[in-house]
């Protein structure tokens, strides 16, 4: 493996769990539900991010389900964080309730 390529891996993985880290402390200062979807989205996205290398040289599947196993994670990932964006919300009271 070249150190190219695993230092660009550990950039993004640490990238990843920064912004992970942040997306989960702002869900839990201000109990936005939102936040803690783009938390989890991007913890997925960081792991399937490095998931393929270790399945292919570590567990030596195939490079085909690696790249599988890698697609479905980093895809999962990014529809929790779509989710986030297109979930339902509870609205604010306007305080026109029961009128």
Known sequence: MHIELVIAKLVTVGLGLLITY???????????????YVAVG?????????????????VGLSIFLSGTI???????????????LYGQIPQQGTGDEGR
């Open 22 to 36: 942040q997306a989960y402390k702002g869900y839990r200062t201000y109990g936005s539900e939102p936040m803690l």
């Open 42 to 58: 991007f913890l997925f996205i960081s792991v399937g991010s490095v998931i393929e290398g270790v399945l292919f040289d570590v």
């Open 70 to 84: 890698q697609t479905a994670i980093v895809a999962v990932g990014m529809l929790v964080i779509l989710y986030s």
